[in-house]
């Protein structure tokens, strides 16, 4: 079983929908989780930390369920900037480094 | 310049070959890490340093692959006998230093050497 699973998609939606990405990790024993977004041919950067109680960041939202091993991001009023991959990352056991799943590709369309 | 620096930003070479990458992390972060992205491939850990040491190099595919970092900052890694299947996007990233853990999981991306072999 891979470290980090995600649905590749593609995600497909019409602008001011709410999407859902979900994300399963391997390591029962992980601690920190985040989200990174890609773009086309550039280089990831970091959406949001993932938090034990959920967090919200504008127009996205994070949750974990750490008894299923289980990460989400919502995002609400889909705007056609938030088209990308978005990664699902989790710290690796020794804290030395981030491990990325594949990414869940969202285009938006108007 | 203020972000990561990677050269050169594409780099062909045929199967066989050694060839050379570059990363010049932010100034001042002492964290530097390697990974690579092939087609349709998520990120690939290889290596982590933290100052000029890697207590961290289990993700190196091979003993073909070897990276170093002199002085705390520039960091090159290098792929002796290039082979087809070493062929990716090759990104490197720096961040301020460890822990890395809640609420310090940035990462700064370079924009990444893309390497073709041939």
């Known amino acids: 079983r891979k470290e980090v699973e995600q649905d590749p998609g593609p995600f497909n939606v019409p602008e001011g929908a709410t999407v859902a990405f979900n994300c399963t990790y391997s390591?029962?024993?992980?601690?920190?989780f985040f989200w990174y977004r890609q773009d086309c041919r550039k280089e990831p950067k970091l959406l949001m930390s993932?938090?034990?109680s959920g967090n919200e960041d504008g127009r996205f939202t994070a949750q974990l369920n750490r008894a299923s091993q289980y990460i989400s991001l919502l995002i609400r009023d889909s705007k056609l900037s938030d088209s990308a991959t978005y990664l699902c990352?989790?710290?690796?056991?020794?804290?030395?480094?981030?491990?990325f799943g594949k990414g869940t590709t969202l285009s938006v369309s108007s | 310049g203020a972000g990561v620096s990677q050269s050169p930003s594409n780099k062909v070479t045929e199967k066989g070959k050694d060839v050379e990458l570059r990363c010049d992390p932010i100034s001042g972060h002492t964290a530097l890490y390697w990974y690579r992205q092939s087609l349709g491939q998520g990120l690939e850990f290889l290596i982590y340093f933290q100052g000029n040491s890697a207590p961290d190099k289990s993700g190196l595919p091979s003993d073909r692959f070897s990276a170093e970092r002199t002085g705390g900052s520039v960091s090159t890694l290098t792929i002796q006998r290039t082979q087809q299947e070493d062929s990716a996007v090759y990104l490197c990233?720096?961040?301020?230093?460890?822990?890395?853990?809640?609420?310090?999981?940035?990462?700064?991306f370079g924009e990444g050497s893309r390497l073709t072999v041939l």
């Open positions: 993932v938090y034990s």
């Open positions: 390591n029962s024993a992980s601690q920190s």
């Open positions: 990352v989790v710290l690796n056991q020794a804290g030395t480094a981030l491990i």
């Open positions: 990233a720096s961040s301020p230093g460890p822990p890395l853990g809640q609420g310090n999981g940035e990462l700064f």
